[in-house]
C-alpha cells in the first residue's frame, strides 16, 4: 500500500469517527419548550484515543511562537456557571457540594475559565435555592461556611474570582423574616413588629399576590407563593442588603450576579435603574474592584441599554443568546447568506448599542435550553462553531457547565440541571440526586464524558479549551474596540468570512472567521498596511477538513468553521 492510499483511508476512519461522535437527532431546537424524552435523546459513543499524546491533548494546530497566557486582573473573564447541586459530589451522598467544585478547581483552570459563577449556595427549602431562608450561611447540602472559605481561598489561588447568586427581589416564605411578618398580621389583624415594612402587604387582591391565611392581607409573590417579594423601598431592607454584600466580601466573593432584575419593582424601568444605582454604588463602596452583573432578561438591546444607566459593571445580552438569538439565528443560520459580513454588522451594533459598562456574552445558561440543543446536536461541528464566535465577542464570557462537553436539556427547568458526565454514571463524583421531577439515564446525554473527549483532539471539550486559551492569549478579544475590515482596501475576502481588527492597550490582533460550514474560504490580507507580522493562533471545528494554509504573500486558505488569530 503507497503512503497517498494509506493517507485517504487514515482520513476516511477519522471522517467516519467525527461523524458518529454527535447524536443521530436532526431537530433544531430553540431556548424554549422541547423536553428531553423520546427518541431523539439518543446516547452516542465518541472517539476514544486514550493513548494520545498529552501535549496534543492540551492543543490544536498550535504554533511553537503562540502568544502566552495574558490574564488581566479585571472583569473581561472567562466565566463557568455552576449548579453544585448537579456538579460534583465530593462526599458521596449522591448531591454535588462546595467540596466537590475545589476539587474541581484544575479542571476549570485547565480549561481556560478565570471566573466562577455559583448559582444560589444559601440554606433554601428548593433543590435550585432561589428562594432563601438564611443569607448568611451555607445550605447544608452544599457544605459549610468553612467550606465556602477554602474555595474561595483555593479558587484565588489559582487566579480564579468567585461571584455569588444575589437574590434580593424575594425571600422564601420560610424566612424569618417572613413568618414573623405573617404572625403579627395574624395576631393583630395588621402588619406590626420588626418587619411589617419588609415585604409589601396590602388589604386589596391583584394579579401576583398571595393572601396570608385568610387575614383578608395579601403579599407581593410576583414568581410563585413561596417567593414574596422584599420591599425594595424600606431602608431596613437595604441596610439588611448592605450587610449581606459586605459579609459576603469580607469573606473573599469577588461579586454578584444579580437574580431577576427586571422584578425588583415590576413594570417599572426606571425604578428598577434606580434601586440597581443604589446597589451598584454601595457594592463598590464595600468593594471598589468588585463585579457585579445582572440578569435583565428582555427581548431588546435598547431595553437592556437603560439598565446600563444604572452604572452597574455588565448585564447578560440575552438578545445574542439561545436559539433564537442573534448569533444562532444571525450568522449561525442555516438559511442565512452572507454570514462574515451579518457577524461583523451583529459585533459593531452591539458595540455602538453597549457604549458604556461591558457585556457579559453567554449561548444558555440554566433557565434555557442547553446550547447542543438549539445549535442542533446532531452536529458537534455547530456545537464547537458556537462556541468559537462566543469565544470571539468582546466582553466578559460566562459559558453554563457542561457545555463544554455538550450536555444537552430542554423544557423544565430541572432538565437543564441534571448532574456533570465526569467519567460515566457510575463514576466517582457522580451526582446521583436528580433535580425534582427528572428521572436520568444513559440517553440523557449526547455526548461523551469529560475523561473520554479529554483524550479526543477533535471533541468538543477541547475546542472550548482551546478557544478559551485563545481569550487568554489575546486580550484584545475581549476588551478591543471592534472595526470590521471586509471590504476595505488592505483586505480581499468572501462575504462568508467576517474580517475584523480588535484594537486594546496600544495593541491591535486580526480576527478572521470562515463562517462557511462546508467549503473553504480564500483571504488576502495586506500585511504592510494591516500590521501584523503572522499567524498566533486558530481553531478548527471541523479538524477532518484540513488546517489554515498560508502562501507567506498575505493570502490565507481556511477550511469550513475556522478561526484564524494575526498578530
Known amino acids: 500500500m503507497n503512503k497517498r492510499i494509506a493517507f485517504r483511508l487514515i482520513s476516511i476512519i477519522i471522517a467516519m469517527c467525527l461523524a458518529i ?69 465530593s462526599d458521596g451522598d449522591g448531591y454535588g457540594d462546595l467540596n466537590g467544585v475545589a476539587q474541581k478547581l484544575d479542571y476549570i483552570a485547565e480549561m481556560g475559565y478565570t471566573g466562577i459563577w455559583l448559582m444560589p449556595v444559601h440554606p433554601s427549602p428548593t433543590y435550585h435555592k432561589y428562594d432563601i431562608t438564611d443569607y448568611y450561611d451555607i445550605d447544608k447540602t452544599y457544605g459549610s461556611l468553612d467550606d465556602m472559605k477554602n474555595l474561595i481561598k483555593e479558587a484565588h489561588d489559582r487566579n480564579i474570582d468567585i461571584i455569588l447568586d444575589l437574590v434580593v427581589n424575594h425571600t422564601s416564605s420560610m424566612h424569618p423574616w417572613f413568618i414573623d411578618a405573617c404572625q403579627q398580621i395574624e395576631r393583630n389583624g395588621y402588619p406590626e413588629g420588626v418587619y411589617k415594612d ?17 387575614t383578608g392581607w395579601y403579599y407581593e409573590s410576583r414568581f410563585w407563593s413561596g417567593m414574596p417579594d422584599l420591599n425594595l423601598d424600606c431602608p431596613a431592607v437595604r441596610d439588611e442588603i448592605r450587610n449581606i454584600m459586605k459579609y459576603w466580601f469580607d469573606l473573599g466573593a469577588d461579586g454578584f450576579r444579580l437574580d ?48 446600563y444607566d444604572s452604572g452597574l459593571d455588565s448585564f447578560f445580552i440575552f438578545t445574542a443568546a439561545t436559539g433564537e438569538g442573534s448569533i444562532v439565528s444571525g450568522p449561525m443560520s442555516f438559511s442565512a447568506q452572507n454570514c462574515g459580513i451579518k457577524l461583523n454588522d451583529l459585533i459593531l451594533k452591539l458595540q455602538n448599542i453597549y457604549d458604556v459598562g461591558l457585556p ?15 445549535l442542533r446536536r446532531s452536529m458537534p ?11 470571539m465577542m468582546p466582553g466578559a464570557l460566562f459559558t453554563y457547565y457542561g457545555e463544554e462537553i455538550g450536555m444537552i436539556g430542554t423544557g423544565e427547568d430541572p432538565n437543564k440541571r441534571i448532574a456533570m458526565l465526569w467519567d460515566g454514571m457510575n463514576s466517582e463524583g457522580y451526582c446521583t440526586k436528580t433535580p425534582d421531577g427528572v428521572s436520568v439515564n444513559a440517553d440523557s446525554y449526547c455526548f461523551e464524558s469529560v475523561h473520554k473527549q479529554q483524550s479526543d483532539d477533535a471533541s468538543i471539550l477541547n475546542y472550548y479549551k482551546n478557544a478559551m486559551r485563545l481569550r487568554n492569549e489575546n486580550p484584545e478579544i475581549a476588551r478591543g474596540a471592534v472595526t470590521a475590515l471586509n471590504g476595505t482596501d488592505p483586505v480581499v475576502a468572501g462575504d462568508q468570512v467576517s474580517v475584523t481588527k480588535r484594537s486594546w492597550n496600544g495593541s491591535d490582533i ?25 499567524k498566533t493562533g486558530e481553531l478548527y471545528a471541523r479538524p477532518e477538513a484540513g ?7 498575505g493570502r490565507f486558505v481556511l477550511p469550513p468553521y475556522s478561526v484564524m488569530i494575526l498578530r
Not at 200 to 212: R, S
Not at 269 to 293: M, P, R, Y
Request: aromatic share 12%.
Open 547 to 553: 488546517r489554515i494554509i498560508e502562501d507567506g504573500t
Open 260 to 307: 431577576a432584575v427586571t422584578s425588583y419593582y415590576t413594570g417599572n424601568i426606571d425604578k428598577n435603574v434606580e434601586f440597581l444605582n443604589w446597589l451598584g454604588t454601595t457594592a463598590h463602596d464595600l468593594k471598589e474592584d468588585c463585579f457585579l452583573v445582572g440578569e435583565a432578561w428582555e427581548g431588546a438591546d435598547s431595553v437592556i441599554r437603560r439598565y
Open 510 to 534: 486580526i480576527v478572521v472567521i470562515n463562517l462557511n460550514s462546508q467549503d473553504e474560504e480564500s483571504v488576502v490580507l495586506d500585511k504592510k498596511n494591516l500590521g501584523f507580522e503572522k
Open 360 to 374: 457579559s456574552m453567554f449561548l444558555g445558561n440554566h433557565d434555557t435550553a442547553r446550547a447542543a440543543n438549539f
Open 198 to 214: 419588609y415585604y409589601n402587604f396590602k388589604q386589596e387582591f391583584e394579579n401576583g399576590y398571595t393572601n396570608v391565611s385568610d
Open 21 to 89: 461522535s454527535g447524536c443521530s437527532a436532526e431537530t433544531i431546537e430553540t431556548g424554549k419548550d422541547n423536553d428531553m424524552t423520546g427518541e431523539n435523546n439518543v446516547a452516542v459513543t465518541g472517539v476514544d484515543n486514550a493513548d494520545a499524546d498529552k501535549e496534543k491533548q492540551n492543543r490544536q494546530d498550535r504554533d511553537d511562537d503562540a502568544p502566552t497566557i495574558n490574564i488581566i486582573d479585571d472583569s473581561y473573564r472567562n466565566y463557568y456557571e455552576i449548579f453544585v447541586y448537579s456538579f460534583y459530589d
Open 381 to 391: 461541528e455547530r456545537v464547537k462553531m458556537g462556541a468559537g464566535i462566543l469565544s
